[in-house]
């Protein structure tokens, strides 16, 4: 059964940084790309940042470039986005998910397995 867990959100005021941690399991991490997704309620989801643990290809949203850092441990099974100069505007439930790398990118449609979310609060 494939599982990821998400973990690291919070409240933190504007300026400020979060890292976000997610943790995979029940599939063959170098098979997948994991991408950061987030969405508040009444929106679409929006793909945050995606990296491909075959090749190492990454994809940045247009909200994260600049500001946001994806990163990958593959001995942990554990992909990591560094948020800094949080936003207010970044409020939001940040989900992981995973897909076959072939169809890596930042559209979650593609996307077959998802984390239960984490709550990233910004205050202003």
């Known amino acids: 059964e494939v599982q990821l867990v998400e973990s690291g959100g919070g409240l933190v005021q504007a300026g400020g940084s979060l890292r976000l941690s997610c943790a995979a399991s029940g599939l063959t991490f170098d098979d997948y790309a994991i991408g950061w997704f987030r969405q508040a309620p009444g929106k679409e989801r929006e793909g945050v940042s995606c990296t491909s643990n075959n090749d190492g290809s990454i994809w940045y949203g247009e909200s994260a470039k600049g500001r946001f850092t994806i990163s990958s441990d593959n001995a942990k099974n554990t992909v990591y986005l560094q948020m800094n100069s949080l936003k207010p505007e970044d409020t939001d439930v940040y989900y992981c998910?995973?897909?076959?790398?072939?169809?890596?990118?930042?559209?979650?449609?593609?996307?077959?397995?998802w984390g239960q979310g984490t709550q990233v609060t910004v205050s202003s």
């Open positions: 998910a995973a897909v076959h790398w072939v169809v890596a990118g930042l559209d979650p449609n593609d996307y077959n397995y």
